[in-house]
T-cell receptor, first 116, second 113 residues
């Protein structure tokens, strides 16, 4: 399978705990995006990387959130001191910059986070 | 600031008939629009797109229409099939930021056999 993969698919945690999610993009894609989707809403942009550089962060990404892409391949999204409002589906997407297709983004299956 | 809106949360259509999903946007800087389809437990998958220089783009049973003056786009599926039952998201991207997609809240399409 050469699509975008995310791990874990589901995470249940208690309020105040830290969680970390992983995303593996399509191998030749140099851009990677994180989105959050809550019930009844569409995906909301959180941040994106070009190679290892984090180029933009949404104001939705509070200080408790941090994302990394250390070698320009996989990425991690960490949420510290989770709150019940963090419960959502976290989606990762990747694209190929300059691919001539308007940077079409390919999505992974998402990680569903439930904070109790 | 919901810049992309899908005002119909759900739509039910008989198999073989036309499905029309609508999307409105507010930002005149948007220059590229996409439709994604999402099945349960999967991420959104790209379906069809349209650039602001066009008013129609067709791909098999799927056609997207863009009305820039009304800031409105629609997705037509003809003929609808039960396998088309999914949540459809409209998304838009602006000239000022090629990497930031704005999504609508989705329309759940149910195609009845």
């Amino acid at each position: 399978d050469t699509g975008v993969s995310q791990d874990p698919r589901h995470k249940i945690t208690k309020r105040g705990q830290n969680v970390t999610f992983r995303c593996d993009p399509i191998s030749e894609h140099n851009r990677l995006y994180w989105y959050r989707q809550t019930l009844g809403q569409g995906p909301e942009f959180l941040t994106y990387f070009q190679n290892e550089a984090q180029l933009e962060k949404s104001r939705l990404l509070s200080d408790r959130f941090s994302a990394e892409r250390p070698k320009g391949s996989f990425s991690t999204l960490e949420i510290q001191r989770t709150e019940q409002g963090d419960s959502a589906m976290y989606l990762c997407a990747s694209s190929l910059a300059g691919g001539g297709s308007y940077n079409e983004q390919f999505f992974g299956p998402g990680t569903r986070l439930t904070v109790l | 600031d919901q810049q992309v809106k899908q005002n119909s949360p759900s739509l039910s259509v008989q198999e073989g008939r036309i499905s029309i999903l609508n999307c409105d946007y507010t930002n005149s800087m948007f220059d590229y629009f996409l439709w994604y389809k999402k099945y349960p437990a999967e991420g959104p998958t790209f379906l069809i797109s349209i650039s602001s220089i066009k008013d129609k783009n067709e791909d098999g049973r799927f056609t997207v229409f863009l009305n820039k003056s009304a800031k409105h786009l629609s997705l037509h599926i003809v003929p609808s099939q039960p396998g088309d039952s999914a949540v459809y998201f409209c998304a838009a991207r602006g000239l000022d930021n090629f990497n930031k997609f704005y999504f609508g809240s989705g329309t759940k399409l149910n195609v009845k056999p």
